[in-house]
């Protein structure tokens, strides 16, 4: 079983930054893929990014040089960068881990951004 604890989450002025983490423990395989998906009220779950063992990212076009996803490979931990954040952002966020066993949701963590 897999755990994801997520943090980091709050409320900001548009313009302004937050970084979210998600450390995962439990059976974790040696090569897993971690993502960060993002779910607004009335709209389906999307990804926002991810980022795979050997450090290769994807983003979705809506934060392209805006967000950053990194890991720590020790710590087990994935990490979101949200830098010039828009109302549009605004969602409750999920980290995901994808591994060749179970793969697993964090409980999500909630970003508001308002002036």
């Known amino acids: 079983q897999v755990q994801l604890v997520e943090s980091g989450g709050g409320l900001v002025q548009p313009g302004g930054s937050l970084r979210l983490s998600c450390a995962a423990s439990g059976s974790i395989s040696t090569i897993y893929t971690m993502a960060w998906y993002r779910q607004a009220p009335g709209k389906q779950r999307e990804l926002v990014a991810q980022i795979t063992s050997g450090g290769s990212t994807n983003y979705a076009r809506s934060v392209q040089g805006r967000f950053t996803i990194s890991r720590d490979n020790i710590k087990s931990t994935v990490y979101l960068q949200m830098d010039s954040l828009k109302p549009e952002d605004t969602a409750v966020y999920y980290c995901?881990?994808?591994?060749?066993?179970?793969?697993?949701w964090g409980q999500g963590t909630q970003v508001t951004v308002s002036s």
């Open positions: 995901y881990l994808i591994q060749s066993g179970p793969n697993a």
